[in-house]
């Protein structure tokens, strides 16, 4: 209660007053920004939505050819499009809605979980490459090596078979808000 009653506090509240209602973000610095500023919460989501969307179909196209570094860029623009989808759905009521939203972040789940395997998979290569070119180029250290590279790929093929097909049915999906 002691800090209620500060001075700091009253401070606090009369600037974050102000700030509310003049802040820098108010100034109009054009027409679009103005439509921005009055859009409606749902008009928002949609315009993010889509986009994170769009970022998941055009970096996901062709996911079986890309390197390990755009398949994880494809894994981040997943990533960012299941936070918004979460953040946002609380805007979607009604079961139509709901069920929608549940088959969309189950999907975008997958995805990510698939992507962030193959992610672990490059970087077991990675350091089984480091391995072996180190000084511990021991017979039993490179065969060790090579079994396991071996045991990973197979994972890894399957993986990125199945990985691949997940960004089409993710935006072959109907989104939950829509």
Not at 114 to 136: C, K, P
Request: aromatic share 8%.
């Amino acid at each position: 209660m002691t800090m209620l009653n500060s001075d700091e506090w009253r401070r606090f509240v009369l600037d974050l007053v102000f700030w509310i209602n003049a802040g820098p973000w108010l100034i109009d610095t054009g027409a679009k920004s103005a439509r921005e500023r009055n859009q409606s919460a749902k008009a928002i989501t949609v315009s993010v939505l889509e986009k994170r969307r769009r970022q998941v179909k055009k970096r996901g196209r062709k996911l079986d050819t890309l390197s390990s570094e755009s398949r994880h860029q494809v894994r981040i623009a997943a990533k960012k499009l299941r936070y918004g989808a979460e953040f946002f759905a609380g805007l979607y009521r009604g079961k139509k809605a709901t069920k929608r939203h549940a088959a969309f972040v189950s999907a975008l789940s997958e995805l990510q979980d698939g992507l962030g395997e193959l992610n672990d998979i490059a970087t077991g290569h990675e350091l089984l490459h480091d391995l072996t070119d180190t000084e511990l180029k021991a017979g039993s250290a490179v065969f060790a090596a090579g079994m396991t590279a071996a045991d990973i790929e197979a994972r890894g093929a399957k993986l990125l078979k199945t990985a691949s097909r997940a960004p089409d049915e993710l935006v072959d999906m109907r989104p939950f808000w829509r």
